[in-house]
């Protein structure tokens, strides 16, 4: 068995840092400079290895170990390396390093697949710089809608299609050009990633094995409007206040989602903003307005679509029994995505030869993969225990965790790169 170069990825880790600190965390901005500088890195590490370089028309870096015989479909491995801001190191580029590694440690010892076996680095996965999910993904597979390239980045105001022609990628040709992943050109895709919650940790296993990545089902921006008034001269009776009305609906909700679960489900919800609008509402006001947002997600459709139908009823329920009305906005649904059976079961070969406890577990969190899987790719992926959750500069994974996940990730490639 051969062991992937930690030492390559710990220089790649550290020099990740020091080129993406912002002063509190790491901050890889989507198609702008701090992206950039790491994709610069992992290119030029590539190329120092011997790998054939390439970057599609929306600048996703596609780098390659060719295989004997090149005819066949390719392997693919890798994550994203933007990260949200003031993130952590390893949320996307603990998937690009442990494939660089894998790479690495087999031409040392002179290791040649049959099959090309590329390592990708995908750009714009983090949702919060432009209001659309999986661009860069998207873009590498064709499915990335026209109408996406106006979308405008939060803090610039610019277009995506704008900053993506600043970066050097080519726009137009990504509506009207072929995409650069075609589906029978790829045999399989594997990402590994930092898991994002706590389960790993908890339960003492050194990997998780992914079964599917949760589609959601989104309120972003609902309202309740119910009535101001005065809080001492309104009788309780009398009143439609927004606020009572939000808080009986989690509650509500947070009781079907236990209904729910106890009878098998598998799903989360969450009520992550909630705003009254502090131009009119203060201690002496009955609460006129709420606004909030809703996120359900789960790994079975039918499962989205009966707590959405609780919602209906508990919303109807509630804008009666309080006089207010409920306004939920646009409804946003992504699909969820299932993993490739055969290459789980490769996954659970490949870790108890490696003599290493493992876990199936379903990613509550979107990743590159979903896209993958959604054109017929057959997909997996690995999950590698962290600490302290995502999304934040407290990140912690540890090397010994990274060198586990990168084992299992060797293995399975050399095994689906010479089928
Ligand atoms: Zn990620």
């Known amino acids: 068995m051969i062991e992937p170069d930690l030492e390559l990825a710990q220089a790649l880790f550290n020099e990740l840092y ?25 290119r030029l590490s590539g190329t120092e290895l011997g790998l054939e370089a390439r970057i599609d028309a929306a600048l996703n870096l596609y780098l390659t170990l060719p295989g004997l ?3 066949l479909p390719a392997v693919l491995t890798g994550s994203h390396l933007d990260s949200v801001p003031r993130g952590g190191n390893y949320d996307g580029a603990a998937g690009v390093i442990a494939g660089m590694s894998v790479l690495a440690s087999w031409i040392k010892c002179g290791r040649r697949p049959k099959r090309d076996v590329t390592v990708i680095s995908i750009r714009a996965e983090e949702s919060v710089w432009f209001p659309v999910s999986y661009i860069g993904s998207k873009s590498a597979l064709g499915l990335l809608p026209a109408d996406a390239l106006e979308a405008v980045r939060f803090d610039t105001g610019k277009t995506l299609g704008k900053h993506m022609e600043e970066q050097g990628g080519f726009p137009e040709t990504l509506v009207n050009g072929a995409p650069a992943v ?11 990633h930092i898991e994002q ?5 908890e339960s003492r296993q050194a990997i998780g094995i992914v079964t599917g990545i949760c589609g959601s089902l989104r309120y972003r921006s609902a309202t309740i409007t119910g009535q101001y008034a005065h809080s001492g001269a309104t009788p309780r009776t009398h009143r439609h206040d927004a606020v009572v009305a939000f808080a009986e609906l989690v509650h509500e909700l947070q009781n079907t989602w236990q209904v729910l679960e106890a009878d098998g489900h598998e799903l989360t919800l969450t009520f992550g903003q909630v705003n009254t609008d502090s131009k009119q509402s203060d201690f002496s006001k009955v609460a006129g307005k709420v606004v909030f947002c809703i996120d359900i997600r789960s790994r079975d459709v039918d499962t989205l679509d ?11 329920d509630l804008s009666a029994k309080h006089g207010v009305n409920f306004n939920l906005g646009e409804k946003i649904r992504s699909q969820p995505a299932s993993m490739d059976p055969a290459l789980r079961h490769g996954l659970t070969v490949c870790a108890k030869n490696r003599d290493l406890k493992f876990h199936a577990m379903p990613s509550g969190a979107g990743h590159d993969a979903a896209m993958f899987a959604y054109t017929g790719i057959p997909t997996a992926m690995i999950f590698i225990p962290n600490a302290n959750g995502s999304h934040n500069p407290d990140e912690q994974m540890e090397m010994d965790d990274f060198s586990n996940g990168a084992r299992v990730l060797s293995d399975i490639l050399w095994q689906i790169s010479n089928q």
């Open 18 to 42: 020091a080129i993406g600190y912002d002063g509190i965390g790491v901050t890889r901005d989507t198609y702008g400079p701090g992206e950039q500088r790491a994709h610069d890195l992992i």
């Open 306 to 316: 009966l707590m959405n139908d609780y919602v209906q009823r508990a919303v109807a």
């Open 197 to 201: 919650g706590s389960v790993l940790i």
């Open 69 to 71: 015989e090149r005819s």
């Open 182 to 192: 075609s589906i029978g050109a790829v045999c399989a895709f594997i990402e590994l």
